[in-house]
């Protein structure tokens, strides 16, 4: 039985497939470890995304550890100098790293966003100026659109301060002029009054509309200062929603938004 190991069949054929088999499975044991570690079926949204997303990599990183140790393995029951081998692949290790530096710190920086999440697909963000959201990331390149439909392709190692407006609640402000004879007492009234309205239908908001109280005494009206928290990229959108809300709702109890005048004063001449 001990001459059967040392055999050409058992050397060049069984223990190949023995070397195979054990890498098949140890990588199947990891994989499913990993699974467990980064099980994500309890966790909801962003969290639930970036998780999958380093389980993955983790996972298929492995795998090509795996392949090429079981490689070296069967190259070196088939007594091929495996240690050449190795030396030779740092050469060219070294080699492709000098050629393919920027697409190495590409991949490196996309790794880097996706495992300390950034951002992700969805965020509204702001690159060197340019503000949008984010339709792709990529190991290389993140693209951003933003909203008149221009799509900025950005190298992921150029991407070395990032603003994301998707982290927290935005806040909607709104600067309400009022005319200056109005009661300002019962104008308060009706903000609150048509704030409470607002609240009940509009599903964007992350908090309660907050008057703000009076914040310019203008040249020709009061100016009030208006304000909630929004879900995140929708601030401008609530914005607007105010405007009109406000606007319809002091009409609606009385009160007009006054708009700049011009009082001109001129003398006739005697003929």
């Known amino acids: 039985m001990s001459n059967y190991f040392e055999t050409d069949l058992f050397k060049y054929v069984v223990l190949p497939v023995i070397y195979i088999a054990i890498g098949y499975l140890f990588h199947k044991v990891l994989k499913i470890a990993i699974a ?128 994301n407006y998707s982290l927290n609640p935005a806040l909607a402000i709104l600067e309400l002029p009022i005319r200056y004879e109005s009661d300002l007492d019962q104008v308060e009234k009706a903000l609150l009054k048509i704030s409470k309205t607002i609240e009940k239908t509009c599903n964007k908001l992350k908090g309660p509309i907050e008057i703000w109280g009076v914040d310019q005494l203008g040249d020709s009206s009061v100016v009030y200062k208006i304000a909630v928290l929004t879900i995140p990229g929708e601030q401008f959108n609530v914005e607007r929603l105010l405007k009109k809300e406000f606007k319809q709702g002091l009409e609606k109890n009385g009160f007009s938004i006054p708009y700049p005048q011009l009082e001109v004063h001129y003398e006739r001449e005697n003929v």
Do not use: C, P, W
């Open 36 to 163: 467990r570690i980064f099980d994500s079926h309890k966790i909801k949204g962003k969290d639930k995304k970036r998780v999958d997303t380093t389980r993955i990599l983790i996972q298929n990183f492995l795998k090509y550890i795996i392949m090429i140790v079981v490689l070296l393995f069967i190259l070196n029951a088939y007594s091929i100098d495996v240690k050449s081998i190795l030396a030779g692949l740092g050469i060219g290790v070294a080699v492709v790293g000098l050629a393919f530096q920027d697409i190495l710190k590409d991949i490196l920086a996309g790794i880097s966003i996706l495992l300390e999440n950034q951002f992700e697909v969805g965020d509204d963000i702001e690159v060197d100026g340019f503000r949008g959201q984010v339709i792709f990331i990529g190991l290389k390149t993140t693209r951003i659109k933003n909203y008149k439909g221009a799509v900025k392709i950005i190298s992921n190692r150029n991407i070395t301060q990032v603003i």
